[in-house]
């Protein structure tokens, strides 16, 4: 196992940057925590989680570090044989949970924080390992849909202008083949207007609008495939998850 102590200082210093972008992007970030920090682990599989209701499982296991409710992400300490690798991984995690909370609070249903939220965070078994996706039943690119896309290629850039170095490798930050997606890449291509033209802008007002249609094309290009290979005859993908204006009334599990 790699030292992770060895890196601690480093990526407080980066947790803070990132949370100040966070700020300076419209954001209402009020929590980045360490898993160490709320006494928990996280999943094998899992780099980090991000809830609209983080301050659920701060007020519980780290009131010292409660400042009101609200969302937030945990990110996990990356292992890596340099330090600065580990940086660059500690923010590409960060990046991926921060596209979650754009993702959350751009969907008309937001709500900031609701007691619901906060329970079911607090029901969740740290220690045990999270289910694996039954394909059959959901899709791969659950929570990680066009508008988690969309959401992630803005933070990215923000990131970077903000001369916050992400890894070269982009399937940290976005494992495509895992959500039966193309890659970041393709994606960033056909947003690429939209990218330059609002990289000004607050976060939650980028998202506004459509974005252009060979983003959404792509998307739905994917959706097309996925179906074609995986799709079984007497299963059939409920619509809510093939739908643009896909929405969910359910209490917000944790987005891994
Ligand atoms: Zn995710």
Request: one cysteine or more.
């Amino acid at each position: 196992m790699i030292a992770t102590k060895k890196y601690t200082s480093d990526l407080t210093e980066r947790r803070d940057q990132i949370w100040e972008l966070g700020r300076e992007c419209g954001l209402p970030i009020l929590y980045i925590c360490l898993p160490a920090e709320l006494d928990i682990m996280l999943h094998d599989l899992s780099a980090g989680f991000y809830s609209p209701a983080l301050s659920a499982l701060v007020q519980k296991s780290a009131p010292q570090m409660w400042r009101g409710d609200g969302p937030g992400f945990v990110v996990g300490m990356p292992q890596t044989d340099t330090p600065e690798s580990a940086t660059e991984v500690f923010s590409a995690i960060c990046c991926h949970e921060l596209a979650h909370l754009v993702d959350d609070i751009t969907r008309s249903e937001y709500r900031k924080h609701t007691p619901a939220e906060g329970e079911t965070l607090l029901k969740v078994d740290f220690k045990e390992d999270s289910p694996i996706v039954d394909s059959r039943i959901s899709p791969p690119w659950l929570a990680h849909e066009w508008r988690f896309v969309r959401a992630l290629l803005h933070c990215q850039r923000r990131f970077v202008l903000a001369d916050i170095e992400l890894p070269v490798d982009e399937s940290i930050v976005f494992a495509h083949e895992f959500y039966g997606l193309s890659r970041l890449e393709q994606f960033r291509e056909c947003l690429r207007p939209e990218l330059d033209e609002r990289q000004d802008e607050p976060l939650p007002d980028a998202m506004r609008g459509y974005p252009p249609a060979a983003f959404m094309n792509r998307f739905a290009d994917d959706v097309e495939r996925w179906q074609a290979l995986h799709i079984l005859e007497s299963r059939v993908l409920p619509a809510a998850f093939l739908s643009f204006d896909h929405s969910s009334e359910e209490p917000l599990a944790p987005n891994m």
